[in-house]
């Protein structure tokens, strides 16, 4: 079995990596690899899907067979049955000179793609703001995506009605699934607003009340951000539910730079007890 090698020590083997989003099935997947790769060919190469983004998470699977010095494949497979598009894409490399160790490309999502020009600015845009976030503005953090799908949690949902039966589930975090949520992406920065916070010594709906802090954040879109989505203050542990997502940048309509509100995960929720360092790659 290869060895999949991840992450900014080999993504800069794929120059780019092109999906032709086709929802009934068809999606055409192209590659060009850099020019500076210089391993023996041939080259085998094995299209994968996801639905997270993260390159660490478990749910990537492979797409039809591995193919030998192409430059596209074709996803005959419908993903997406609902209103969110979630599919994401890669493809890993296996060169005659690597042996067992295999490349993998950047996830891509199937949002749109861009001509050679809009990509070439979008990189730009991500690069200053990657930037910015890293050396100015931003927090570091890791961003846990919140599993949905997977096996169902076999101590709390009811399989009458497919609720949760109790949120404090340390099997899959409140959230239905076994695990709750995939691995943490780490190097995930946030630049933070003003926190809000309100108490209340009497409401007579609920009587006395202590309402969460909340708070903004502005991040870059990679790996797609969700509703509940967790995100992860490196330095404090504090865990934040992301709630809504507005797209703050967009480049012919893709969103490249998002902004979530977030609400502090009460310190009793069960997404306190993930470990986080744990399990971040080193």
């Known amino acids: 079995m290869p060895t999949?090698?991840?992450?900014?020590?080999?993504?800069?083997?794929?120059?780019?990596?092109?999906?032709?989003?086709?929802?009934?099935?068809?999606?055409?997947?192209?590659?060009?690899?850099?020019?500076?790769?210089?391993?023996?060919?041939?080259?085998?190469?094995?299209?994968?899907?996801?639905?997270?983004?993260n390159p660490d998470a478990d749910d990537w699977t492979d797409v039809g067979a591995a193919v030998v010095d192409t430059y596209f494949v074709v996803d005959s497979s419908k993903r997406v049955y609902g209103k969110k598009q979630w599919t994401h894409y890669r493809v890993t490399v296996t060169s005659s000179e690597s042996g067992a160790d295999t490349y993998a490309s950047k996830p891509q999502p199937a949002t749109g793609n861009l001509n050679k020009k809009d990509w070439l600015r979008s990189r730009a845009i991500l690069r200053n703001e990657d930037i910015r976030l890293r050396k100015e503005a931003g927090q570091e953090g890791y961003l846990l995506k919140r599993r949905l799908y997977g096996t169902a949690c076999p101590d709390c949902l009811d399989y009458q009605t497919g609720e949760v039966r109790n949120p404090q589930c340390a099997t899959c975090y409140g959230t239905g699934f076994t695990d709750g949520y995939f691995a943490p992406y780490g190097c995930f920065y946030a630049e933070l607003g003003v926190h809000a916070h309100r108490s209340e010594i009497q409401d007579s709906a609920r009587g006395t009340i202590d309402d969460l802090p909340r708070t903004t954040g502005r991040m870059i879109n990679t790996p797609q951000v969700f509703s509940y989505d967790v995100w992860v203050d490196k330095d404090s542990d504090f865990r934040w539910i992301i709630h809504s997502v507005k797209n703050l940048v967009e480049v012919r309509g893709i969103p490249i730079i998002v902004q979530a509100e977030m609400r502090l995960a009460p310190f009793t929720h069960p997404v306190y007890s993930i470990d986080i360092t744990g399990q971040v790659p080193a």
């Not at 020590?9 to 780019?16: A, K, M, P, T, V």
């Not at 099935?25 to 192209?30: K, N, S």
């Open 4 to 53: 999949i090698i991840c992450g900014p020590s080999c993504e800069w083997i794929f120059d780019r990596l092109q999906v032709f989003a086709d929802i009934s099935g068809g999606t055409r997947v192209e590659w060009t690899l850099h020019p500076q790769f210089s391993e023996a060919s041939p080259y085998t190469f094995q299209l994968q899907a996801g639905r997270t983004g």
